[in-house]
């Protein structure tokens, strides 16, 4: 018997088709658009997306039929995808317009407002989730000022799982992993009233849908929407955590102290804790992982893949995978350059706060090459990971890693370098497929705890032990990106007047780094140099 697995990324769209010993035998892709109509946004058609995952279901489903041998019937239905945004729909569960996507920017000065205001900190103590411009409360403050109509005629928020929920069993709902930031009260496994007013967003607390808690995400797929997959009615369907929570399953992070990061659209590290953290510095979120027994702390940055691929293409190159090739005929610190990553038009979220984060150079010369320059690229991200580390401030003894950057044996070296940690590869390829596999099969009864389950499905295929000499060279070079990211910072960038970043102050950016000196192809490389 087969379970169908569906992982609604921002970027891909993907059914997986694992067996009953959990391996994949059937696969389909679709790349989906990031739509940008102004600068700083980045929305998503509600309708393509759905289209989209008839498509690859489809076409996994015919990829099983044609496999030679008896036929192996689906029988369970799980599925996960990406988190925070707000998908709008209204009474009938029609769109009432295009997906806000967790990467908008366009809520950047509202943020700012709150972040000056102090009610970002206050938050954070709260339930320990750290506000972005593309969590649902900056967009519905965003909408309420600047698209009220919108907000009237739109009867719930989901996120990209609530809209998949409704779309295959019609229920209206949100999983606790979504629901986490910004207004879940952990304890309770229900929405804030307190976080609700303190972000002035009492009145639209309608727009909230339900909280379903860990075993009440299972429901009948329709016979509509089985009849458009091509699936017979009835069947079983899972609402898995999402993505990134279910990437951290599907790597076999379940345990306390277990720790992940995703080398993908997002550099997402993630450790399983038994409680909330609120103390610190603000940084990061909390995602509820399995009721009120786990916690996965996480810090989703807002640059990752998409850094890659604008190097390769600044550099002249084809993709990342050439850019990985030239990045490692270079040396470790690459001969003195630095790269800052933040690219991305919203800034950064984590491990700190700052909607005007840049990224550049530093400490570019005639003599450093495209190689160098590349290496820079590699280094500055690898950085970021170990940034997200110390953010944590939680002892890990083994680092997993997963996403397209994974395929890359010397980016997983140079981690294990730059963070001191030994890292590892999982032997499977979709990652948050197996999250939501595994999730399947515990909600369906078939194993009896997520233990059970990752010890039973994962296979880890390489690991990675840090070198001492160049862990020593990171830990300094580390100190560099620090006092470089603080000058950069203290400059100042600015947006230009009139262009949708633009903020009539700067807010100071909330950091765990505050006393520190002044999201992919396949990465083919060679395993060291």
Not at 151 to 174: E, N, P, Q
Not at 248 to 274: D, F, H, K, Y
Not at 320 to 335: D, I, K, M, Q, W
Not at 340 to 364: K, M, N, T, V
Request: some cysteine; aromatic content about 8%; glycine content about 10%.
């Amino acid at each position: 018997m087969s379970v169908l697995t569906i992982d609604v990324g921002t970027t891909m769209i993907k059914s997986v088709v694992f067996d009953d010993r959990g391996r994949e035998t059937a696969v389909s892709r679709l790349a989906t658009e990031v739509l940008r109509p102004r600068p700083g946004w980045a929305e998503q058609d509600m309708d393509a997306v759905w289209n989209a995952v008839v498509f690859t279901v489809r076409n996994a489903l015919s990829e099983l039929a044609a496999r030679p041998g008896p036929a192996d019937p689906v029988w369970l239905v799980s599925f996960t995808a990406q988190g925070d945004g707000a998908w709008l729909v209204d009474d009938h569960g029609r769109p009432t317009g295009p997906a806000i996507l967790w990467s908008d920017g366009r809520a950047g000065d509202l943020v700012g407002q709150w972040q000056r205001d102090g009610v970002l900190e206050a938050a954070f103590r709260r339930n320990g989730s750290l506000t972005c411009a593309g969590m649902p409360n900056a967009i519905f403050a965003w909408l309420a000022r600047h698209d009220p109509d919108r907000l009237a005629r739109s009867r719930s928020a989901l996120t990209a799982a609530g809209w998949l929920f409704l779309r295959l069993t019609g229920v209206t709902a949100i999983d606790e992993s979504d629901a986490s930031a910004p207004f879940l009260d952990h304890a309770t496994g229900a929405y804030d009233p307190y976080l609700l007013d303190l972000f002035g967003l009492t009145d639209h607390e309608r727009l909230l849908p339900k909280v379903l808690g860990e075993h009440e995400r299972i429901a009948e797929i329709t016979s509509e929407a089985a009849g458009q997959l091509g699936l017979p009615a009835g069947l079983p369907v899972v609402m898995a955590p999402y993505d990134i929570a279910a990437t951290a399953r599907g790597v076999g992070v379940v345990n306390p102290g277990q720790a992940c990061s995703i080398l993908g659209t997002t550099l997402c590290t993630e450790i399983v804790r038994t409680t909330v953290d609120t103390t610190g510095e603000p940084s990061g979120i909390n995602i509820a992982y399995r009721g009120r027994e786990r916690v996965l702390r996480a810090f989703p940055t807002l640059n990752g893949a998409e850094v890659l691929g604008w190097a390769a293409r600044t550099l002249h190159l084809s993709g990342p995978p050439e850019l990985a090739r030239l990045a490692f005929e270079s040396e470790p610190g690459a001969r003195g350059l630095m790269f800052l990553p933040y690219l991305s038009p919203a800034g950064e979220r984590a491990p700190f706060l700052d909607a005007h984060a840049r990224g550049g150079f530093w400490g570019l010369s005639l003599e450093h090459t495209r190689a160098d320059m590349a290496r820079a690229v590699f280094d500055g991200l690898s950085l970021v990971l170990r940034d997200s580390l110390a953010a944590a401030r939680t002892e890990v003894s083994e680092l997993r890693l997963c996403g397209g950057g994974a395929n890359s044996d010397a980016w997983c070296a140079l981690i294990a370098d730059a963070t001191g940690v030994p890292t590892a590869r999982s032997g499977d390829t979709e990652l948050g497929a197996k999250g939501a596999f595994l999730t399947g099969l515990v909600l369906s009864g078939a194993e009896s705890s997520m233990h059970s389950a990752a010890s039973k499905y994962v296979r880890m295929r390489a690991s990675w032990e840090p070198d001492p000499d160049r862990t020593a060279q990171y830990a300094e070079l580390y100190e560099d990106f620090l006092r470089w990211r603080a000058l950069a910072r203290e400059a100042g960038w600015r947006p230009r007047a009139g262009s949708a970043a633009a903020a009539p102050d700067r807010p100071p950016a909330l950091s765990p780094q505050t006393a520190a000196p002044p999201e992919t192809p396949a990465l083919g490389v060679p395993h060291r140099v």
